[in-house]
Every structure is written in C-alpha cells, then in structure tokens.
C-alpha cells in the first residue's frame, strides 16, 4: 500500500506560480509513473502531467510550456512547478503514482490539494 501527501496548493493571482509536492510513503520501484491529475468544479478529473520511470513524460496541452513535472526517485516525491498561472488552473489537484506489475495497473490517490488563481 502506498500513501500519498500533498502539499503546496494555496491562492494565489493571474500570472503567478506555485510548487506541489507529493510525497510517497513507501519506495516506488519497477515500472511506474508519478503524475498530477485535477478536477475542476463541474468537470471531469484531467490529466496534467506525468512522469514515468523511463523518464518519459507527458503533460496536457493546457499546461504545456508552463508547468514542469519532476521527480526525486531517491525520495519519493514528485513535484509539480506551475508557473504563469491562469484562472483556469483553478482545481483541486490530486497526486497519482501508477505501478505496473504482472501485467496489472494499480493506482494510489493523494487527498488532494486546491490550487485557486484569481483574476
């Protein structure tokens, strides 16, 4: 079982930035990816940003050229760098890690953290 801690979302304007960190509790080995989803209110969760084990990633077009997702593999954490942010960033922002074994997919879910831009 693996558990995830946010942190890092908060209020902040148009145009700013904010960190988020997401912590794993145990270590993430294998084939596997750590990544950030939101969920605005009214729409469905979204992909923002993954990062694989292979240091493959992927990001949302939204998001492409403004957010950068990184990874601390020695500690477990993967960060999420949101810079020029815009009202419509505004969500709650869930970490994901995705393991991979046998053939199998698991998911572990953060609680989430909310992120608000205002205008």
């Known amino acids: 079982q693996v558990q995830l801690v946010e942190s890092g979302g908060g209020l902040v304007q148009a145009g700013g930035s904010l960190r988020l960190s997401c912590a794993a509790s145990?270590?993430?080995?294998?084939?596997?990816?750590m990544g950030w989803y939101r969920q605005a209110p009214g729409k469905q969760r979204e992909l923002v940003a993954v990062?694989?084990?292979?240091?493959?990633?992927q990001y949302a077009d939204s998001v492409k050229g403004r957010f950068t997702i990184s990874r601390d593999n020695a500690k477990n954490i993967v960060y999420l760098q949101m810079n020029s942010l815009k009202p419509e960033d505004t969500a709650v922002y869930y970490c994901?890690?995705?393991?991979?074994?046998?053939?199998?997919?698991?998911?572990?879910w953060g609680q989430g953290t909310q992120v608000t831009v205002s205008s």
């Open positions: 994901n890690v995705a393991l991979f074994r046998s053939g199998q997919k698991t998911d572990y």
């Open positions: 145990a270590s993430i080995s294998g084939f596997n990816a």
């Open positions: 990062r694989a084990s292979r240091d493959l990633t």
